[in-house]
């Protein structure tokens, strides 16, 4: 595939003529830097203190994140490298990434000592004293081996591979109380100078959320502006957008404000973007009804975009039941042999079976059974599929899961609004979304934009799936 470096001038080079490559013909990026050790510190301890206080299945994405932040903090440092027992690898890769619920258990390396013909990446993968340091602190085992070679740089193994990324942080305030009554965004695109596309293609999704826009143009005011820095940022931007008579802007002060946690110098993921704002959103909300007894701002994301997924384990022992209730705002899907959206949601709801559960009733380790469902479906629907994989081997999964205009989800009717796509492998990617705004489809690549008809949509590798419930 030919590459193009993203820049002011060209961040893309659509063929014109042939619709249907279209993803072959988007830039990709240079070379990812490696991530900056001072910088990643603390957002990494905030990462793993959220994981800590964690349950059930947020935990699990949050132990993703944290893996993916471990393994990058250290690619170029001259730390200790350790072997890794290659089936507990696999376990440890099946539990984060396919939505098992079957913990990978104490880590059991007394094979690599037993044998000295083992076989790099698949006997054994080689890990990064940080990454060993916090899986031996949560699963325990041992014992500890140093490896003799430092691993291979991830450009070599990228390269090598076919793919990669995986699965949550206005200036310029109307001094009138103006109600906006056209929530309708105008099509226009985002300047990229750097790495923001992932940014860009994420913004640009939400747009098509009528009920979010109109929040923000016209809740928001001057006695807000010191306490929702996110919320005035998007309301800044929603506003340039209305305002410009140019095809593009350039976003200023959201990127300002969220560029201690996202560094505009490296890459960086969507679906985590995705997830910061929209709790950022609710958190400032939050936030600022605690402070007030009247004129509470409205929950617009708990009531827009909220579902609500409950997981029940039952003992096969006993048959006592355990159940955890969690909140999500996008529901992450394994990738397996199937190849349809409807099939990986019901993948994700079926019942799975346990081994060694220990119960809290009866004390034994025993089999038991897990069940999933959603009890409350949000308005807004969004579907993150699990391309991206950074454990035990970074690389990206590029099956093509088709998804169709309308769909029926637990009994519910959705219409598709928006997707974004990830082009590219792990190391050299770009992000660009597919949206449909004043009854269109739009295909949005930073600040150039295109009319696109339903099959260029339905023919993407779609990364996160929006999709609005019709009532």
């Known amino acids: 595939m030919q590459s193009f470096k993203d820049t002011d001038n060209n961040s893309e080079n659509l063929n014109e003529e042939d619709n249907s490559s279209i993803n072959q013909h988007v830039p990709q990026f240079p070379q990812k830097k490696a991530p900056s050790y001072s910088h990643e510190v603390p957002q990494i301890l905030k990462l ?21 932040r471990l393994v990058d903090l250290k690619k170029n440092s001259d730390s200790d490298w350790y072997r890794l027992n290659g089936a507990w690898a696999q376990k440890y890769t099946t539990y984060l990434y396919d939505n098992s619920s079957t913990l990978p258990g104490p880590i059991d390396n007394t094979d690599l000592l037993q044998n000295r013909n083992q076989v790099r990446n698949v006997d054994f993968f080689v890990v990064n004293e940080t990454v060993w340091k916090f899986l031996l602190e949560e699963y325990s085992g041992g014992p500890e081996i140093l490896d003799e070679k ?27 109380s ?53 919320c005035r940022n998007y309301q800044e931007l929603l506003r340039q957008l209305k305002d410009t008579q140019y095809d593009y802007i350039k976003i200023n002060s959201l ?40 004129s509470k701002l409205p929950n617009i994301i708990q009531k827009y975009l909220q579902g609500q997924i409950i997981s029940e384990i039952i003992c096969k022992n006993c048959l006592h039941k355990s159940s955890i209730t969690e909140d999500f705002l996008t529901l992450s899907l394994a990738l397996t042999k199937i ?20 119960c809290d009733s009866c004390h034994k380790k025993k089999t038991a059974i897990k069940k999933t469902r959603i009890t409350k479906l949000p ?4 579907l993150h599929l699990k391309r991206f994989k950074f454990f035990p081997k970074s690389n990206k999964i590029i099956q093509h899961v088709k998804f169709s205009l309308e769909s029926i989800f637990c009994g519910i009717k959705y219409t598709l609004v928006g997707v974004i796509v990830h082009s590219g492998s792990l190391e050299q990617g770009h992000y660009f979304s597919y949206c449909k705004r004043q009854n269109k489809w739009w295909l949005f690549n930073d600040q150039k934009i295109k ?20 009532l």
């Open 451 to 470: 009319q696109v008809n339903n099959i260029d949509v339905l023919q993407q590798q779609a990364y996160i799936l929006f999709y609005q419930q019709l």
């Open 178 to 230: 103006q109600i906006d009554i056209n929530p309708e965004i105008p099509i226009k695109g985002l300047k990229n100078e750097l790495y923001f596309c992932y940014m860009h293609s994420t913004l640009q999704c939400m747009m098509t959320i009528s009920e979010l826009n109109n929040f923000i143009l016209n809740y928001i005011n001057r006695q807000h502006s010191q306490s929702m820095t996110l």
């Open 379 to 382: 308005q807004y629907l969004i």
């Open 255 to 294: 990127r300002n404000t969220i560029s201690k946690k996202f560094n505009p110098k490296h890459q960086h993921d969507a679906q985590e973007f995705l997830l910061f704002l929209m709790s950022s959103f609710e958190d400032e909300i939050n936030n600022f009804n605690k402070k007030q007894t009247q």
């Open 150 to 176: 430092i691993p291979p740089s991830p450009t070599s193994n990228a390269s090598s591979t076919t793919d990669r990324a995986k699965s949550v942080d206005i200036s310029i305030i109307s001094s009138v």
């Open 48 to 68: 793993q203190n959220q994981f800590r206080n964690a349950q059930g299945n947020i935990r699990r994405e949050l132990e993703c994140q944290l893996i993916k």
């Open 339 to 358: 190849n349809s959206i409807n099939q990986l949601l019901d993948e994700f709801l079926k019942d799975e079976l346990i081994q060694d559960y220990k």
